[in-house]
């Protein structure tokens, strides 16, 4: 079935550093990919989606210059976490979706946890 | 490999009662999420069992036998707006979040 993958699994970093997380499709073409944050035993809170070839659409509260996204491809979007503090400090999850007709489908990534010491 | 495996869609009758399984192979065990996504919306939440039993959250219950990699996710008096994807994911011993495909819950009247 449909994959999607994230890298790194894991990042700690110091403040004030930029983090880049990747989140690819493996096996299948998405023009759409969603960047979530989650919070412990809490829902997923959308943050952004992204669109390849074209900006992110931010949700509201969300700084689109300290968390960028990029989807430079069909298969891959980027989030890079800029100037990173410790209330950054989260797990990071991305998705991708593929409409085929009327039907639609969104496969999960196993999520990035960061932690900015 | 990891594979968590559940229904790809069920229907049921309102005010009735659903049980959505999820059974799971993963390198470890962490816990297990059961979150509810209607169309467009972020998925939301429902709960999270790491001790094998039963945990009751209103019309919501979750089970989860970890000898036999099984999970089940009960609705009580369905109501129209139950109407979603229901997802199975398993945190492995990376605390990595494993996801099933999730289930397509249809409720008629």
């Known amino acids: 079935g449909a994959v999607v993958s994230q890298h790194p699994s894991w990042v700690i970093c110091k403040s004030g550093t930029s983090v880049k997380i990747e989140c690819r499709s493996l096996?299948?073409?998405?023009?759409?990919m969603f960047w979530y944050r989650q919070f412990p035993k809490q829902s997923l809170m959308l943050m952004a989606t992204?669109?390849?070839?074209?900006?992110?659409?931010?949700e509201q509260g969300v700084e689109k210059d300290k968390f960028l996204i990029n989807h430079a491809s069909l298969t891959l979007s980027t989030l890079t976490v800029t100037s990173a503090h410790p209330e950054d400090s989260s797990f990071y999850i991305c998705?991708?979706?593929?409409?085929?007709?009327?039907?639609?489908?969104?496969?999960f990534g196993p999520g990035t946890r960061l932690l900015v010491l | 490999g990891q594979n968590i495996d559940q229904p790809t869609e069920m229907t049921a009758t309102e005010g009735a009662i659903v049980q959505i399984n999820c059974t799971y192979q993963t390198s470890g065990f962490n816990g297990l999420f059961w979150y509810q996504q209607h169309a467009g919306e972020a998925p939301t939440f429902l709960s999270y069992?790491?001790l094998d039993g039963l945990e009751e959250k209103g019309r919501f219950s979750s089970f989860l036998s970890r000898s036999k990699g099984y999970s089940y996710l009960l609705l009580k008096e369905l109501q129209m707006k139950d109407s979603a994807s229901y997802l199975c994911a398993v945190m492995d011993s990376n605390y990595q979040l494993i996801w099933g495909a999730g289930t397509k819950l249809i409720i008629k009247p």
């Open positions: 096996d299948f073409q998405a023009t759409t």
């Open positions: 992204s669109n390849e070839g074209s900006k992110a659409t931010y």
């Open positions: 069992n790491v």
């Open positions: 998705s991708a979706r593929i409409v085929a007709g009327a039907a639609e489908t969104q496969y």
